[in-house]
Structures are given as C-alpha cells and as structure tokens.
Nanobody, 127 residues
C-alpha cells in the first residue's frame, strides 16, 4: 500500500512562488513514476506534470511549461512541484499520484494510469 501526503499549498499573490511536496510512505519510492494533477472549483481534474521513476524524464501540460518544475528525491521518498510566476488560473487543489509496475523511463499523463493518490493541498493565487 502506498500513502501519499501533500504539503506546501497556501495563498500567494500573482507572480509569486510555492513549492509543493508529496511525501510517500513506501519501501521503494524509486519504483514509482509520479505525477501532479489539479482540480479547480467546478472543473474536472487535469494533468499538470509527470516524472519517471529515475527522474530522468519529465512532462508538463502546456499551461505550466516554463513556470513549474517537477522533481523527486528518491532518497527522501519525496516528490516536488516548484511553481513560479503563479497566475490566478493556477488556483486549484493539487494532488500527487503514484503508479506501480512501470519501466524506468516511463511517465504518465492520464489520471487513470495512477493507482495511488494523496488527499490534496489547496493553492490559491490572488490577483
């Protein structure tokens, strides 16, 4: 069983930065490709960023490219999302997700590919 706990959300002004963390309770964190998703009020959950097991491959949705950076520290069992130049449209609950049984270099952009989810952390960007 994999447990994921997000932290680092909060209220920030437009143009500001936040760093989200996702702590994983799992024996071999390096065995799981990871992803970040978000859900704004009244909208469906959407993909934000993904990273492969070894961290060598990353992928972002177009709206966050150049502003967000996904990374992981396998020694600390932690996934990160550095968010810079935040915009009001980035306001959402942010979730981390994990998938088991994947090749080392693979990453996934669809929520259905992930079996484990955190409870989410709220990010609010004021204009």
């Amino acid at each position: 069983q994999v447990q994921l706990v997000e932290s680092g959300g909060g209220l920030v002004q437009a143009g500001g930065s936040l760093r989200l963390s996702c702590a994983a309770s799992v024996r071999t964190f390096s065995g799981y490709p990871m992803g970040w998703f978000r859900q704004a009020p009244g909208k469906e959950r959407e993909f934000v960023a993904a990273i492969s097991r070894n961290g060598g491959n990353t992928y972002y949705t177009d709206s966050v490219k150049g502003r967000f950076t996904i990374s992981r520290d396998n020694a600390k069992n932690t996934l990160y999302l550095q968010m810079n130049s935040l915009k009001p449209e980035d306001t959402a609950i942010y979730y981390c997700a994990a998938r088991a049984n994947a090749p080392p270099a693979s990453f996934y952009v669809t929520g259905a590919n992930y079996a484990y989810w955190g409870q989410g952390t709220q990010v609010t960007v004021s204009s």
